[in-house]
């Protein structure tokens, strides 16, 4: 069976291999770093116009590509089949280059600049466009491990995994290492505005919270879902007028 890549994945992968191509194991020295960059060069030109005409390495004494100092550049230069030196795959780069001295006005620099960044956020759109509606799973633990910072009870080392399903109605499903789910918690547009429905262990929604009446509606599922006096411990921040929400 062969792979089917996307314009956008072919893109990721280019990227990553010009910029940062240790990400992907591959092009481990200068010289075959700078032979894939004169390849992708000459295939721009071949099919868009302009003359690759050499590359020069940067500084070799610093660590490659760690800077603009120690990049290397590619050489182009204009030829015939180029639209023209003023509008062209190339014409948003070293626009000096090609261009008369001061030529270049403030409303030029601003198309350019708006140009670029159109090109910039491309991959990041197709990303988020590719992942609309595919679960996101992250692994979770107290907030205190990540910071360094001691926990008081053994159980406070436990390891869970959220589920994030990022559409128009969120959802994010918490289950323990067991595989047990713990907290569901459902995000949308409720009547208006903005609401959570809450359940515990995969079972029904026990709370409803809306934003709204200048504060935060908090309603029961049904009749059979009850407010109680929560224990004053650390889940309830030692505070008396902490509530427990479970079904009777």
């Known amino acids: 069976m062969t792979k089917q890549i996307l314009p956008n994945e072919l893109a990721e992968i280019v990227t990553g291999l010009l910029i940062k191509p240790e990400l992907l194991g591959e092009l481990d020295s200068r010289e075959a770093h ?24 940067g500084d070799v004494a610093k660590p490659y590509l760690s800077d603009i100092e120690c990049t290397p550049t590619l050489h182009i230069e204009p030829d015939d089949r180029l639209p023209s030196t003023e509008r062209n795959v190339w014409s948003n780069y ?3 280059a090609w261009a008369d001295e001061g030529q270049e006005t403030i409303l030029d620099r601003v198309i350019r600049n708006s140009d670029r960044a159109a090109l910039q956020t491309l991959l990041i759109v197709a990303a988020q466009n590719e992942s609309v509606g595919a679960p996101v ?29 990022l559409d128009n109605q969120t959802s994010i499903e918490v289950a323990d290492d067991t595989g047990q789910l713990c907290l569901g918690v459902l995000l949308e547009i409720n009547h208006g505005v903005p609401a959570l429905h809450l359940n515990v262990s995969g079972g029904d929604t026990l709370l409803h919270v809306h934003a709204a009446q200048g504060g935060l509606v908090l309603t029961p599922d049904s009749s059979g879902v009850r407010f109680q006096r929560a224990e004053c411990d650390r889940y309830a921040y030692r505070d008396q007028n902490s509530l427990l929400v479970k079904e009777q």
């Open 34 to 57: 700078q032979a894939f960059m004169l390849d992708i060069g000459r295939v721009i030109a071949d099919h868009c116009g302009g003359r690759v005409n050499g590359i020069t390495d």
């Open 94 to 96: 070293h626009v000096e």
């Open 137 to 165: 799973i992250k692994r979770m633990t107290d907030w205190r491990i990540p910071e360094g910072e001691p926990v008081c009870h053994e159980a406070d080392s436990r390891i869970y995994t959220a589920t994030y399903h």
